[in-house]
C-alpha cells in the first residue's frame, strides 16, 4: 500500500465517525502522508456578534486538518497541545481553506503547521498543533482484511 493509499484509506476510516466536521460544513479535498486540506464556506451561522466568522469555527477547521494530517499513516493520534493566531477576519461567503503538513515526526510525537487563507489566498490564521499517537489504528491492514 502507497503512502497515499494508507492516508486516503485513513481518512475514510475517520471521516466516517467524525459527525462535528459535517455538521460545521468541512469538506476534505486532500490528504497524503503528514499533510491534509479542507474546505469550509463561512455561513451566516458562523459568523459571531460582530458578523464576522467565529474564532471557534476557524479553529475547528485547522484542528481538522491538523487531525486528518496527523492520522495520515494509521496510528490513533490525538492533539496534544495546539496553538492559533488570527491574522485577518473570516467574512460570510468566504470560502476557508486549511492546509496543514507535517514540521516534524519523531516516535509517538509530531509537530504541525496549518495555514488558514480564504479564496483571495489573505491569511486568516496560523495554527500550530502537537500530537501524540495513542494506541491502535483506524483500519485493519492484516492482509486479507475487509477494505
Known amino acids: 500500500m502507497t503512502p497515499e493509499e494508507r492516508a486516503r484509506r485513513s481518512a475514510a476510516a475517520m471521516w466516517d465517525g467524525d459527525a462535528a466536521s459535517a455538521w ?10 503528514g499533510t491534509a486540506t479542507l474546505t469550509l464556506t463561512v455561513a451566516a451561522h458562523h459568523a ?6 467565529h474564532g471557534g469555527v476557524t ?16 496510528q490513533a493520534t490525538v492533539a496534544q497541545h495546539n496553538t492559533i493566531t ?5 467574512r460570510i461567503g ?3 481553506t486549511a492546509t496543514a503538513h507535517e514540521v516534524s515526526l519523531t516516535g509517538r510525537s509530531g509537530l504541525y503547521d496549518v495555514t488558514v ?3 483571495d489566498g489573505t491569511a486568516i490564521a496560523a495554527f500550530r ?4 499517537a495513542v494506541r491502535g489504528t483506524l483500519f485493519d491492514e492484516t492482509p486479507g482484511a475487509p477494505t
Open 59 to 74: 479553529f475547528a477547521l485547522a484542528d481538522t486538518a491538523f487531525a486528518f494530517a496527523c492520522n495520515s499513516r494509521n
Open 94 to 96: 468566504d470560502v476557508l
Open 86 to 90: 488570527y491574522l485577518a477576519p473570516a
Open 24 to 33: 460545521f460544513g468541512m469538506t476534505l479535498t486532500h490528504v497524503d502522508a
Open 129 to 132: 498543533g502537537a500530537s501524540r
Open 117 to 119: 487563507t480564504n479564496q
Open 48 to 53: 459571531n456578534g460582530h458578523g464576522i466568522g
